[in-house]
């Protein structure tokens, strides 16, 4: 096992030398879109190159340390080489898992911002209650995680909460960790309306996209219609007298989205226009995901929107994950945003069957 992994280890430093070299090419550098994916390959050889070197230190340091205690005649000192062994080769195995999963090709998406959606099912105003529950838990994830989360356009419950709700997330490996949040949320409990104390189900639907970007998508402005109006609020009444609301629509299609969170035409132009590339992305990433989601349960395809993922019952305190069978009973954390537990423990699932897949 060592050495096949020290022959990939040549091989992978070899290319991240060479990937080095080429981002340094100013033709390179011109090329806009080969530059961002070469940049994109360097940052994740570098860090299979990193824990390479770690593995091939511990290798050399139980090498040395064998040849020590086969010539070593001091008790004290064998002793102690012996302890050293010994904690070297409990290094050996979780180090080789490391770099076998870190050479399994990877989700290039994962790296990307996300566009986050939230659209409220059945139940009613209690579903519209519990979008907006589920927003303020990601709302809450992302303030932990240092994300910056951007409301792009929604449309409120007449009792709270949301019927829809869109936002842009950007930060760190975004998409790579709130991937896993796509399908169906269900919630269980008794809602504010309910005079007699019985426990009502609704639910929300939850959609994670990848968020697109300049160069995945050629848009044509002759392909896409552009439409202003006068943003609104709660209860149809106008929030100002200015077309700065903006509706696009891209004809051949036929996604439309809408922005009106900014007050300038301009922003709000700009944040459309981002998500509608995001769109157009995704209708060729669905086919990618949808295979996905037909090997591996941790993943459920964006366009199923029947996907029951979770249940968060609240007369139990309880929160259940569908997919791997796991029951927590911290709901008012979870609900507050700490689901970072729930999404690692799915990311583990998720790599123990990426590994499977693998020859490696």
Known sequence: MANNILNKFENIKHRFDEVGQLITDPE?????????K??????????????????????????????????????????????????????????EQEIKLLLVPADPEDSKNAILEIRAGTGGDEASIFAGDLFRMYSKFCERKGWKLEVTNMSEGTAGG??????????????????????VHRVQRVPQTETQGRVHTSAASVAVLPEAEEFDVELKESDIRKDTYCSSGPGGQSVNTTYSAIRLTHIPTGIVVTCQDEKSQLKNLAKAMNELRTRIYNMEYQKYIDDIASKRKTMVSTGDRSAKIRTYNWPQGRVTDHRIGLTLYNLPAIIDGDIGDIIEKLQVEENAQRLKESEI
């Open 28 to 36: 390179i550098i011109k090329d806009m879109k080969r530059y961002v």
């Open 38 to 95: 070469l940049n994109q390959e360097y940052k994740r050889l570098e860090e299979l190159v990193g824990v390479f070197s770690e593995y091939k230190n511990i290798v050399d340091n139980i090498k040395s340390t064998r040849e020590l205690l086969a010539t070593e005649k001091d008790d004290e000192m064998r002793e102690m080489a012996k302890e050293e062994l010994e904690m070297l080769e409990k290094q050996v195995g979780p180090k």
């Open 162 to 183: 949301y019927k829809e709700i869109v936002a842009k997330v950007s930060g760190k490996d975004v998409y790579g960790i709130l991937k896993y949040e796509s399908g």
